[in-house]
């Protein structure tokens, strides 16, 4: 069975010099971001003076590769994901924890890339008269059925329409798709969000101490943030995602938020990440699916 980490941050966080600031591009992106924390987290994290400093440990999530291969995903690590999170955090009050016994919070942190289900009429177009290019025989020279070509659009409908739902979760799209009272023209234009590939992180915070000495596993906030991905690369997304949605982590947006941000590098870094206590595949799902329960019951 697969085996995934929750990691440590070492202390070691400074500034980035000016040379990696020269890095940044000057094209903008737009990054959506849906933000939502429990009434207890928001309670315990405001103090008289505004937010509380918090600790936490990263923890893997899942990786989406997404229908074609992106090297740029594939050769950007956790590692440096966190690295650029770890900076914008520091910002809001987040800081890594010194030790495995201690620490406020573990973020599980899912990232990828959104797969986009293809038309097929429109990359296989049939002539004027509704026949396909490859005429009415299969491979065999078997004569097809018309139920055939019926069952194999709405076998293609009902695909499309499960991997647009998944996208909108995964985007926190959804949010806007479910709230009442969202316009038809308003509904249009967040659904053409989803008609392409979007990169995306979600970061899934637990209470750490309830979750390493009592193993229970209690949802204080989930944040997940996106921005479209034709155009530009996971390398240059990163930094923008995270600027843009770090602020909004543990806290409650009523409706979405659009920022718009330049495409580049962070500025900071920390320490290599560290084992500090192993999960399986199953427990990881079971910790990540907590979250839809709560908000059934």
Not at 108 to 129: I, N, Y
Not at 133 to 147: H, K, Q, R, V
Not at 280 to 287: G, S, V
Request: hydrophobic share 35%; net charge negative.
């Amino acid at each position: 069975m697969p085996k995934f980490w929750i990691p440590a941050l070492l202390l070691a966080l400074f500034a980035a010099s000016t040379a990696h600031a020269q890095l940044f591009s000057r094209k903008n992106a737009r990054v959506i971001t849906n933000a939502w924390a429990s009434p207890e987290f928001v309670e315990r994290r405001m103090g008289d003076e505004g937010p509380i400093p918090m600790t936490y440990h990263f923890a893997e999530g899942k990786f989406y590769g997404g229908a074609i291969r992106d090297k740029s995903l594939e050769n950007y690590t956790l590692q440096d994901i966190v690295e650029t999170l770890a900076s914008d955090m520091e910002e809001q009050n987040f800081f890594p924890a010194p030790s495995t016994e201690e620490g406020d919070l573990v973020i599980v942190v899912h990232w990828g890339v959104t797969e986009v289900e293809e038309d097929w009429d429109e990359l296989f177009p049939g002539d004027e008269s509704g026949d396909s290019s490859g005429g009415d025989f299969s491979e065999e020279g078997e004569s097809l059925d018309s139920s055939s070509d019926s069952y194999s659009s709405d076998l293609s409908t009902v695909r499309s329409y499960s991997k647009t739902r998944e996208n909108a979760i995964l985007t926190g799209i959804d949010k806007a798709l479910n709230k009442k009272g969202t316009l038809p023209s308003d509904y249009q234009d967040y659904m053409s969000l989803l008609e392409e590939e979007r990169y995306f992180i979600v970061l899934i915070a637990y209470d750490w101490q309830k979750l390493f000495k009592e193993k229970q596993k209690e949802v204080q906030f989930v944040t997940r943030f996106s921005l479209r991905s034709p155009g530009t690369n996971f390398i240059d997304a990163v930094p923008s995602l995270s600027r843009a949605a770090v602020p909004h982590l543990g806290t409650n947006l009523d409706d979405l938020a659009k920022t718009k941000t330049q495409l580049g590098w962070g500025k900071g870094t920390v320490g290599e990440l560290e084992v500090v206590e192993e999960i399986d595949a199953a427990e990881l799902e079971e910790i990540t699916n907590s979250e839809k329960r709560k908000k059934t019951k």
